[in-house]
């Protein structure tokens, strides 16, 4: 089944359309991995953040309905071999596959195989949405819009354990491609007064990704980035993630998560949290000598961790932090990186995750492989976000 325009009539076309792209700086001709041909990375025109991209031309020859996009960041360009599993799970499944990473491809190719995906070199500016905007023009620009799901990934978890598509359950929902909802979510959220999808993990139909009113959504985003007056992260959350859900339900199109039943718990949650609670303190104290100081702690830990998850009046709770634990013990292997960071505010899930996030995951008997991320938290946590 092919989605989008027929090949290889498609794969021909997008190649008439491969030219060189506006800009003050000609193609810059580099050594491919095996140092026996050349590869032409184009340089985009300053209208994007785009760098430097490689292979468009694969996703013109790939019929898959399904096109992931990985967002990808880090200060010092390296990648997390959580997030690499999750990319070559998605090559293997032989979908589409786009990754956009501050990282230069040189770097990249330390850790990253380049020739069966699209690889975009950009600067961190607008952060994810800024990302996904010149994605699309690219996309747009050289007729590689499809039918079909497209997903979107940032580098903002940390892969506990999930083998990624075709392994686990849950992302795969994501990929779906007979899936009526034209904009998916592992979870959503009302933090900040404002229900909306969480922008970790998401999915869109392509009746969204390639519709006039996404590409302008994208360019009011793109166009405030100089105009609003607030600092970069401030603004991606209020103009991106905040107002792309209600702008989606306002422009017509369906909005669903597949944790959506969590924000009114059921007696199966309760009980499942209740039980994990009372399993952990024996546990934790029959291994501990001290009896006093540290069964005190553990108690107190524990009941935060029986009670941070709970809804709050008026649902202003994050989800992806406040339900770690009980998203965990529903087989989505994955943290934010957030959860384990040092608080910041009021309310922050950092002590009872960093103190209860192994025992929680020896109790449900959750093997953790050795290309986890948590053998390598150091390198993640606190990593900076610019």
């Not at 139909?205 to 405030?224: H, I, N, T, V």
């Not at 970069?232 to 859900?245: H, N, Q, S, V």
């Not at 989606?248 to 039980?275: D, T």
């Not at 002590?351 to 192994?358: E, G, I, R």
Request: charged share 20%; glycine share 6%; aromatic share 10%.
């Amino acid at each position: 089944m092919f989605c989008g325009m027929h090949f290889p009539q498609a794969w021909q076309l997008a190649l008439q359309k491969l030219v060189p792209l506006k800009s003050k700086k000609s193609a810059v001709k580099v050594s491919g991995a095996s140092g026996k041909r050349k590869d032409t990375y184009s340089l985009e025109s300053r209208q994007t953040g785009i760098i430097k991209f490689k292979n468009l031309e694969l996703l013109a020859n790939n019929p898959s309905c399904v096109t992931v996009i990985f967002i990808h960041y880090h200060p010092r360009e390296w990648f997390a071999p959580g997030f690499l599993r999750l990319i070559e799970s998605a090559c293997h499944s032989g979908f589409r596959v786009v990754v956009v990473s501050n990282s230069r491809p040189s770097r990249a190719l330390m850790s990253l195989r380049l020739d069966n995906l699209l690889y975009v070199q950009r600067s961190n500016i607008g952060y994810d949405f800024g990302a996904l905007r010149d994605v699309r023009v690219l996309l747009k620009r050289h007729g590689l819009i499809a039918d079909g799901r497209y997903v979107v990934m940032n580098s903002s978890m940390i892969n506990i354990a999930s083998h990624g598509f075709g392994a686990d359950p849950i992302l795969d929902q994501l990929t779906d491609s007979s899936c009526d909802d034209d904009l998916l979510s592992i979870t959503t959220s009302y933090e900040g007064g404002v229900y909306h999808i969480q922008t970790y993990f998401y999915s869109m139909s392509g009746r969204l990704f390639g519709s006039d009113a996404y590409d302008e959504f994208l360019e009011y985003y793109w166009q405030g980035l100089s105009e609003k007056g607030l600092s970069p992260r401030d603004y991606a959350i209020k103009y991106g993630e905040l107002r792309f859900t209600s702008w989606a339900i306002k422009a017509g199109f369906r909005v669903n998560s597949l944790f959506e039943n969590l924000h009114l718990p059921s007696n199966q949650q309760y009980s499942r949290m209740a039980a994990l609670g009372n399993k952990l303190l024996p546990c934790i104290m029959h291994s501990s000598e001290d009896t006093s100081a540290v069964r005190d702690n553990f108690q107190h830990l524990i009941q935060t961790l029986s009670l941070e998850w709970l809804p709050k009046p008026g649902l202003q709770h994050n989800p992806s932090q406040a339900w770690w634990a009980l998203l965990i013990s529903s087989n989505f292997l994955f943290i934010k990186r957030e959860v384990l960071e040092a608080p910041h505010h009021i309310g922050s899930h950092a002590a009872s995750a960093a103190s209860l996030l192994m025992p929680i995951l020896e109790e449900l008997e959750i093997t953790i492989p050795d290309w986890s991320d948590l053998h390598v938290i150091n390198r993640l946590v606190h990593a900076s976000r610019k």
